[in-house]
């Protein structure tokens, strides 16, 4: 019998897959439909204390090894998302699934009053998206990249919210380690890892021009995959908190990997593109035939094994 429930930061989740933040994350319905389909949590899209709205049309692009996106962070504010997140908890209560709401900011003080709106709503976390530019830097380099800004946005969240945080860190980051130590050192009780790598290009040979409207975008899907699990295997090296493992999982055998590497949960984004929904029964069940295959009672027993563990 093979238990595929796993403890997140304390929350029982019946799956340990997660609807990683994005456009399917953008209204209760999707978040619900989620988890109807299999997710153990779900994620909203990441909003910010103001509105954005983005950037124009095409931001997201399959060019055959993953996607690449530039949506811009678009969003309605942290007032208006707070409704949408007051829904969401309203229709997951019964499904047994868990809310993660996710913010990001430009400075600290943007941060701390994104996270005590949307924690009006009562989510069962609040996921720090740093991947952003902090125009507190001069040069507004993204906290994710730096430990000490990284840490300082953390300790700011913490302090003003006494719920269940998670971080969000880069692939971009030049010592993803020091910049996990800073944000466990600083309150965060578990990590989301990774955002999109990048920025990237593609380039239309006919229209002689890069494909996407703001020209460069993020790096998701396939071709982060290796990279993900690499994040994600440092990381479980260098702290002891529960990791959500994310970045181009397509297969049950990619979200082992992830297990394997130390994560604890599973986040699938890129993944729904072409498929949907249905893409979280169809890994929940690759995942439930090669654990029974390997003789694979409990994730929680294959945690790390590639660590020697």
């Keep these: 019998m093979v238990d595929l429930a796993v403890d997140l930061c304390g929350a029982r989740l019946p799956s340990p897959l997660v609807l990683a933040s994005g456009v399917w994350g953008c209204c209760a319905e999707t978040l619900a439909r989620a988890a109807r389909a299999g997710a153990g949590a ?24 993953g996607l690449i996106n530039a949506v811009g962070l678009a969003n309605p504010g942290a007032a208006e998302e707070r409704a949408i997140l007051r829904q969401a908890k309203a229709e997951l209560a019964p499904l047994g699934a868990a809310l993660i709401a996710s913010v990001f900011g430009h400075s600290v003080a943007d941060f701390v009053a994104a996270v005590a ?12 998206n740093i991947s952003c530019p902090n125009v507190e830097d001069e040069f507004g380099k993204p906290f994710a990249l730096d430990p000490a800004a990284a840490a300082q946005v953390t300790a700011a969240a913490r302090a003003a919210y006494g719920g269940r945080v998670l971080v969000k860190l880069s692939p971009n980051a030049p010592d993803l380690a020091a910049v996990a130590r ?20 593609v380039i239309d040979v006919r229209a002689r021009r890069p494909v996407l409207a703001n020209r460069a975008g993020g790096v998701s899907g396939a071709a ?29 055998e990619d979200a082992l990997q992830m297990v394997m590497a130390g994560a604890t949960a599973v986040g699938l984004g890129s993944a729904l593109y072409g498929e949907g929904e249905a893409v ?29 563990r």
């Excluded at 890994?283 to 694979?296: D, K, Q, W």
Aim: proline share 6%; net charge negative.
């Design 42 to 65: 779900v994620t909203s899209k990441s909003c910010s204390l103001h509105p954005r709205q983005g950037h124009p049309n095409p931001t997201v692009l399959d060019w055959g090894g």
């Design 117 to 128: 709106l949307v924690a009006e709503a009562g989510p069962d976390f609040i996921e720090l």
């Design 182 to 201: 800073a944000v466990a050192d600083a309150g965060a009780d578990g990590i989301t890892a990774v955002n999109t790598l990048g920025p990237g290009m």
């Design 224 to 252: 982060l995959r290796p990279i993900a699990v690499r994040c994600v295997y440092d990381i479980a090296a260098a702290v002891d908190l529960p990791i959500i493992g994310t970045g181009g999982v397509s297969s049950g």
């Design 280 to 308: 979280f029964g169809r890994i929940l069940g690759e995942l439930e035939a090669l654990m029974a295959e390997e003789g694979i009672a409990s994730l929680e027993e294959i945690r790390g094994a590639a660590h020697g």
